[in-house]
Structures are given as C-alpha cells and as structure tokens.
C-alpha cells in the first residue's frame, strides 16, 4: 500500500527540514569510500523533494553542507561541491516539472564561483514556480545565521533606522537567511544522530522532531510519509494544555 493514504492531506506541516546524514556509514557498508555515499543520496533527495510537493508541504529545507562541514578532508569538500553542481544541472528539469522553487540559505559566499553561478541561475530561473520552495542550507551555521542577523539589526539602530524599542521576534526572524519562510513544523533527521548540529536553532524552536536510523541513501518516499504520519499523531500544545487544544 503507497504510505501517502494514511497521510491526513489537511494536516500536513508546512515546513519540513532535514538533516540528511549517515552517507559516509552507507559507503562504508558498501565497502566504498565516502564520496560514493554522497552521490547515492541523490534519489532520496528527489523522493522527498516530490513526496513533499505531491501532500502539500509548502517548503522543504534540505541540509546539505555545514559551516563545521569545511573542516572535512579537502577531497571530500571538492566532491561534495562537484556533486552540488551537477546536481543542480541534473535535477533542474525535475524542478520545473514539479513547480519547485529553489532557494538556498548559508554563507554562499563561500562556495566556488562555479557553484555560486550555477546555484544562482537555477534560482532565477525557478523564482516564479509556486508548488514547494526548496531550500538548500549550503555553508549554514545556525549561530553564524543569529551573528549576521544581529550585526544587521544593530546597524540600523546605530543609523537610527530603528530603535531598541522596535525590536521584537518578528525582527529577528526577518533578519534570518530564512526570512521568508514559514517556522519549522517538522525536522527530520536520519542515520540514527539525535542531534542538531548547528542548524536552524531560533526556527526549530517548537518543530517536532523526528530521528529515524534509515541512512540518507536508502530514505525512500515511503520513509518521508512515515516520518509525516508519525507528525500527525502528536499533539502540539505550544505550552497549553492537552484539553484547551482538544476543546
Ligand atoms: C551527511 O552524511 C552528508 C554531509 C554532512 C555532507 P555524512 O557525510 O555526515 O555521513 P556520516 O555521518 O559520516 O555517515
Ligand atoms: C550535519 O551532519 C550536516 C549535514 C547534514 C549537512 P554532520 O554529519 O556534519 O553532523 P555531525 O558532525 O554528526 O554533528
Ligand atoms: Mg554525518
């Protein structure tokens, strides 16, 4: 039985965020170097990608690469920015069959020109598709995200654009790479880590979080819907309680 039927289509969070992990022991189970995990964590991108968009989820923000992530092995770091490229390349029709919205968060800057450009041009050509936007964390620290935000919110109090007074949550959230999403409904994460390693700490602040062992290479839809149906069997009381939600 496809899983998507025991999914509750009117309930299904908005945003889903995912810290894709467990490439390197996938490889290694296979008896392959580390870059072969990455290449084959391709089609559970795709899936999810499509599983997400055909339920409903509005945005999908995929982690790719860490700011911590630079730290690895030069010859990994230039895999993983080899493979973004022609993943872009490769992915770019099923983006615009699936009226996806790429998008990316992190510190781009940093990536090579050539992923710069590539990115870049996938999202202008995307920038008018409406079913899902897809973002990619790409050189994404969480903290490194709050630093900027509160860099640039604290120059336009020095330039008397705004006052202290004026600041509120929506200040900071607007100061975010993630400025124009919604707040993270769900987070998933696989290869068994229950941690978040850096990523979207202010926007997670009330996500449900659901940690599955599957590796990132063998998560297939049918994970995806697991992960969704398992979001809609929990009760999200954002600090009240179970009868004023039920009432
Ligand atoms: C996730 O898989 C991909 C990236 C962090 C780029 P890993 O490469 O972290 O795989 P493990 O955790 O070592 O198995
Ligand atoms: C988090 O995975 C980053 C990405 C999935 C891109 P890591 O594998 O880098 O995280 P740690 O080191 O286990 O915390
Ligand atoms: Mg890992």
């Known amino acids: 039985m496809d899983k998507k039927l025991l999914i509750d289509l009117d309930r299904v969070p908005k945003h889903v965020a995912i810290i894709m992990d467990g490439n390197g022991r996938w490889a290694k189970g296979q008896g392959m170097n580390r870059v072969f995990g990455h290449k084959n964590a391709l089609t559970s991108v795709r899936q999810s990608i499509e599983t997400a968009a055909e339920i409903g989820v509005e945005a999908i923000t995929l982690y790719a690469f860490s700011t911590e ?14 493979l973004l490229v022609n993943s872009l390349k490769k992915e770019y029709d099923t983006f615009q069959k699936n009226d996806v919205k790429v998008n990316a968060v ?34 994404y620290g969480s903290r490194e995200e709050i630093v900027n935000a509160i860099k640039n919110i604290s120059k336009k109090v020095v330039n008397k654009e ?11 959230n607007n100061h975010l790479y993630t400025f124009n999403l919604p ?7 696989t290869s068994g880590e229950h941690r978040i390693s850096n990523f979207l700490l202010w ?14 290479p063998d998560f297939r839809r049918e994970h995806f819907c697991n992960a969704i149906i398992d979001y809609q069997n929990r ?13």
């Open 203 to 216: 926007q997670m602040a009330y996500a449900e979080l659901y940690f599955t062992d599957v590796l990132w």
């Open 183 to 189: 707040e993270v409904d769900l987070m998933i994460r």
């Open 162 to 172: 705004l006052s202290l007074e004026e600041i509120n949550e929506n200040t900071i």
């Open 106 to 139: 992190g510190n781009i800057e940093n990536l090579p020109q050539n992923a710069q450009k590539t990115l870049s041009e996938v999202i202008e050509k995307t920038k008018n598709n409406k079913r899902i936007v897809m973002t990619l964390a790409l050189s």
């Open 69 to 82: 992530n630079w730290k690895r092995p030069k010859f990994e770091v230039d895999a993983l920015m080899r």
């Open 235 to 247: 009760e999200r009381r954002f600090g009240k309680t179970s009868e004023q939600i039920t009432e």
